[in-house]
């Protein structure tokens, strides 16, 4: 793989052991790469004998998370802003997930505890994971590539910023200088991890190397849910295209600047919500169907064959769990109700008092959400459903599918 520091020279004693290059995969996205499945949902992954095997990969003989014995992480996170970017790095294990220090432990894991669990089935030698990942960031704006140029308001954005009397200069300005700002926040993390390997891996190998094996990005909803960028959204036929051509830019610049030009690349389809069938919200089913589309659709492009896979992530959607959460909503939907006197609702004229309330919706949770859906929604659950739910299940098939993609086109 090019992208790769110089190869050693095999030595002949045989009592020599073989050496292996080092992996280096590099993660990166928004908020789902970060991951907010916290560790007190692993549990829930060995209630349903499918997904046994792969808790029992992700835990010690002892219960606790397993330490990776030849996968080594560096995970760049924070806010630039405030102050707080920073790196956490060390042997693989639970805890990479979110964090709001970046070099302590948060809970939580992403994809790549599994991803790193993985692939060091796969994989004889050292393996790093470079993750760089920040929650609330766009492609179209963020991570913007640097072959997309510079990002380019449309006639109807710039129209409405008129009648709201704002300084366009001022917010062309500003947007000019928040593009691609995450980008090279990435790849300069990438290149400094590189250039000083022994900074994560005290026992490096310098003259065997490394090798550039794949890249994962696992990100959409800012872009999703940006009708100004995207102003055909929800049209059937139409939809994303600018995300697909912004997307095909990031593949050939990392790769670029990477100097890996067919490094492996896997797309991590945005998949909450789970498959889109009859029953998926019809306010949402043409705009996600749309987006996971444009998504996907780099992976079907004669450059990138072989070496671009697109990875749909709402086949580990746990229905179960969202079921609930739906339940959870409803009554929420008439705890709010209730306080602002909605047309409609039992306080409609205002006569029921802060207790009368909580008692009604008490009653109303009580049959409606059973106590062993409330044991599952504890045992399995940790946020919201632009999270996936939090759930380390959902979470730990992501990350395996994604190591199982890319390890398919390295063997092809």
Known sequence: MLGSSP?????????????????????????????????????????????????????????????????????????????????????????????????????????????????????????????????GKSLNTDFRPPSAGAYEFNETQLENFRKQGKDIDQIQADRAKASGRYYRLMINHVKKVLANPEHILPDYDSEVGYEIA????????????????????????VGYPKYSEWMADLIRDVRKDLAAPKMPFVIGVLGVGGPIGEDYSPRYKVTHQNFRDAMAAPASMVEFKDNVAAVRTELYWDQPLAAIEAKRGQVNNLARQLRSKAKGSPNEEGKMSPADQKKYVEEYRANLISSEEDAMWNRGASNGGYHYLGCAKTMAQIGKAFAESLLEMEKN
Request: glycine fraction near 16%; aromatic fraction near 10%.
């Open 214 to 237: 794949g890249f994962v990005w696992f990100q959409g909803w800012n872009d999703m849910v940006d009708s100004g960028t995207y102003p055909d959204r929800g049209k059937v036929g």
């Open 7 to 135: 190869q050693g020279t095999a030595a002949s004693d045989e009592k020599h052991v073989k050496r292996e290059k080092l992996r280096v995969y590099i993660l990166a996205g928004q908020s789902n790469m970060e991951g907010h499945a916290k560790v007190e949902t692993f549990d829930y992954i060995g209630d349903d004998p499918v997904t046994v095997p792969l808790l029992k990969q992700m835990r010690e003989m002892d219960g606790k998370p397993r330490v990776c014995d030849r996968v080594w992480i560096s995970y760049l996170t924070g806010s630039p802003d405030r102050g707080l970017l920073g790196e956490g790095a060390g042997k693989l294990t639970a805890g990479y997930g979110s964090r709001s220090n970046p070099a302590e432990d948060g809970g939580k894991i992403g994809p790549e505890f599994t991803f790193g669990l993985t692939a060091e089935k796969a994989y004889d030698g050292p393996i790093l994971i470079i993750k760089t990942a920040w929650g």
